[in-house]
């Protein structure tokens, strides 16, 4: 009988592993052993099988040096910040590449604005020209450019009737394509303005004649939050709505633009639309947050910093630690508010907050998309929120932002928190945080105005809503028109109003004779509960420490 054959140590199987891969030759190696004995020896010492590389390392190293980050190189791979770490380990990539070792060599002041191109060359690509690129088929685009492409989203809820008759005047019996079209009605049930009960009816047939899959009643909210909540656009994906702050969907690194009621009956009729690529700017905001201050106050200081039409027409893509700490619905604040300072489309970088928002909420796959490391931007700025505190904007104006306390005592008799751009439940809680076991002013009236009906019935249940209505607000129905004319209709004259909505222009109508001796500001939802209590403008600091 020949001697039993010693069994290889784990160290040995592992060195056997890496020279001769497979079960079959490891056995070999030993004296003819067979396959499956090699195989047991592994399972019982915890040594996993060979197999390939799954991506190798010429790929892994052209990612590091194009990105020099791995959360960034991951994205592109679809796989996590850690597994890109461990691939980039695996083929001893540990230095950092040459162009972050430069670039630590910079300075850049908060405030200023920095150089618009890096010295490496790749793409040289922003977000959104990434996005059109693909669209239109190309390889890349140009700032200038025009291309025809069909959107991923398009999203209605202003003038749905206008568009609906010059959809009627085209060739088309069906619309393109009911799966990718939205429609949401923003009227109250009761009141309003004339005619906009027949509108509704109209758009209610219309929707159910073309099988218009996302269609929402008024009684379930905002359209933009609806679209947010339900996961109907992805990033990396094109969004249309029909009116300007469709910029909204931007808080999910997707792109969205506004188009008119012509353009949407095309899209409706054809599913394309003709874009001309915009340039873009860079916002990097860093530094730290206290927590009286919210995305609303930071997007105001923003627009305060940026004044002077540096932003109009412009896409704003937003970097930086102070957007990586948001929240989603944060960020949809922040860039619903870009479209009150002119931009064309506002894009928050893809990390893995946007990730874990959409696990329960998108369907399918999606490729999000990153701007290449020498992007060309019409200009590139830095904002330090060290010394920030609350901000407020008005009257009637987003161009004149100011801190809250430089406002301090000025009465107010009405005040309007919630609305689409502040009105998901993390800015509910902030209010009713505020107000719980208090009293409002008698001498002002509070509107909470949730953004959706499922925000409300989250409120509801965890007894926000309780609080409100204890403390004396009025509650209104999810998505309540709380626009610059409706709440000018509300006000009477030399009355002051806070609100947490996201633009002072009109919608339409003639609101420049409406507005006489009537002062409507913008502000956080902490400053307007906090604005409740006492009856007059207050700074929320105090409240939130």
Not at 194 to 208: K, S
Not at 297 to 307: A, E, F, H, T
Request: hydrophobic letters at 40%.
């Amino acid at each position: 009988m020949s001697p039993r054959k010693k069994i290889p140590t784990k160290a040995e199987l592992l060195q056997l592993q890496k020279l001769y891969k497979t079960d079959e030759k490891i056995g070999e190696r030993l004296g003819g052993v067979p396959s499956y004995l090699v195989a047991y020896w592994r399972r019982k010492k915890n040594v996993p099988k060979y197999s390939l590389p799954k991506f190798s390392e010429s790929e892994i190293r052209n990612l590091w040096e194009r990105f020099g980050d791995d959360d960034k190189c991951g994205l592109e791979l679809g796989i996590s910040k850690a597994a890109f770490y461990n691939w980039r380990r695996r083929y001893g990539l540990r230095e950092k590449p040459a162009f972050l070792k430069l670039e630590q060599l910079e300075l850049n002041f908060p405030g200023m604005k920095t150089r618009t191109t890096s010295q490496t060359l790749y793409g040289k690509q922003c977000i959104s020209q990434k996005i059109l690129a693909h669209l239109a088929e190309l390889e890349k685009v140009e700032v200038g450019q025009k291309v025809t492409v069909e959107p991923d989203l398009v999203v209605s809820h202003l003038r749905t009737r206008e568009i609906i008759d010059r959809f009627g005047q085209l060739s088309s019996d069906y619309v393109w394509n009911a799966g990718k079209i939205v429609v949401v009605l923003r009227a109250s049930a009761i009141g309003g303005t004339p005619g906009v009960a027949d509108d509704n009816r109209i758009t209610r047939e219309f929707a159910r004649r073309h099988n218009i899959r996302h269609f929402y009643d008024f009684n379930m909210g905002s359209c933009h939050q609806l679209v947010l909540e339900n996961g109907l656009l992805k990033p990396g994906q094109l969004g249309v709505g029909s009116d300007r702050l469709a910029i909204s969907y931007g808080c999910l690194s997707t792109l969205a633009i506004y188009a008119s009621v012509d353009e949407m009956a095309s899209i409706w009729s054809d599913g394309k639309i003709e874009v001309e690529v915009p340039p873009s700017i860079r916002i990097d905001i860093n530094g730290r947050r206290v927590r009286s201050v919210s995305a609303k106050d930071v997007g105001l200081y923003m627009i305060k910093q940026l004044s002077g039409g540096e932003i109009n027409g412009r896409v704003l893509e937003y970097y930086g630690s102070v957007i990586s700490h948001m929240s989603v619905g944060e960020r949809f604040t922040l860039a619903n508010l870009s479209a009150a300072a002119g931009a064309t489309a506002a894009i928050c970088h893809f990390d893995s907050a946007t990730r874990r928002y959409l696990t329960t909420r998108a369907t399918g796959g999606y490729a999000p998309v990153i701007a290449d490391k020498d992007a060309v931007y019409g200009g590139m700025y830095q904002i330090n929120t060290d010394q920030l505190i609350p901000q407020i904007a008005g009257p009637n104006t987003v161009e004149k932002v100011r801190a809250v306390a430089e406002l301090e005592g000025t009465p107010v008799h009405q005040i309007i928190l919630g609305t689409c751009s502040s009105g998901r439940f993390e800015d509910l809680r902030i209010g009713a945080d505020i107000l719980k076991g208090k009293k409002i002013s008698r001498d002002c009236r509070l509107l909470v105005i949730p953004g959706s009906r499922t925000v409300y019935l989250d409120a509801l249940k965890k007894g926000l809503i309780r609080a409100y209505v204890e403390a004396g607000a009025i509650i209104m129905n999810p998505g309540f028109q709380a626009d610059m004319d409706a709440i000018a209709q509300s006000m009477a004259a030399s009355e002051k109003c806070l609100t947490t909505i996201g633009s002072l222009n009109s919608t339409g109508n003639d609101t420049a004779n409406g507005l006489a001796g009537r002062d409507i500001y913008i502000c956080s939802p902490a400053t307007a509960a906090a604005s409740a209590l006492s009856g007059s403008i207050t700074d929320p600091t105090r409240f939130l420490t």
